[in-house]
């Protein structure tokens, strides 16, 4: 299994530029989520899928577009990139059962420059 | 709104010493995991703790969940260097979807 996998790696945009992070996880989770990470502020969850078609809003939605086609993917779309934005995106995957949800995996983060 | 404070933001330790980090929600959690992130790394799962008083152990690694399941601490026995990174808490809330982090605990352990 790859796990979680984040592509690109590096990204810098210049301000008004669009792009979308791509996601994708191989071990069938049903929760998939994505945060940002700045110095100082932990991990703030923008937007999170609990399953293919739905898709809500976290802490800090503002600015992203996400949707969930299929249980694998789930990418995050800068529509207009401001220098706000600069940070460094994770996108996560849990299990969810009966139980609740349980560890979530990580991808290795893409780290995200606008100027 | 659901806050997930976590004191204290650094610690640095003699290599040996004890090391705790604290985690307090404002409202009451359905479960709380801890991650480990190393320096430019990814954050990794240690741990999950769902009941009310429940405390597990790995290793030098002890967790603990609060009776209200509002607060959750870790403590970690006589640090090695290996322990260096930044300690993460993340409560889930009741009858939500969505994981709230503290703002981490870096640890500096000098040899």
């Known amino acids: 299994n790859a796990g979680v996998t984040q592509t690109p790696k590096f990204q810098v945009l210049k301000t008004g530029q669009s792009m979308t992070l791509q996601c994708a996880q191989d071990m069938n989770h049903e929760y998939m989520s994505w945060y940002r990470q700045d110095p100082g502020m932990g991990l703030r969850l923008i937007h999170y899928s609990v399953g293919a078609g739905i898709t809500d809003q976290g802490e800090v939605p503002n600015g992203y577009n996400v949707s969930r086609s299929t249980t694998e993917d789930f990418p995050l779309r800068l529509l207009s990139a401001a220098p706000s934005q600069t940070s460094v995106y994770f996108c996560a995957s849990s299990y969810s059962g009966t139980g609740g949800l349980y560890e979530q995996y990580f991808g290795p983060g893409t780290r995200l420059t606008v100027t | 709104g659901q806050q997930v404070m976590q004191i204290p933001q650094y610690q640095h330790v003699q290599e040996g010493e004890d090391f705790t980090t604290y985690c307090n929600s404002s409202?009451?959690?359905?479960?709380i995991q801890w991650y480990k992130q190393r320096p430019g790394g990814h954050p990794v799962f240690l741990i999950q703790l769902v009941k009310s008083g429940e405390v597990k152990k790995q290793k030098r690694l002890t967790f603990q969940f609060g009776e209200a399941k509002k607060n959750s601490s870790l403590h970690i026995t006589a640090t090695q260097t290996t322990d260096v990174g930044t300690y993460f808490c993340a409560g889930l809330e009741d009858n939500f979807n969505k994981f709230y982090f503290g703002s981490g605990t870096k640890l500096n352990v000098k040899p």
């Open positions: 409202t009451t959690l359905s479960n």
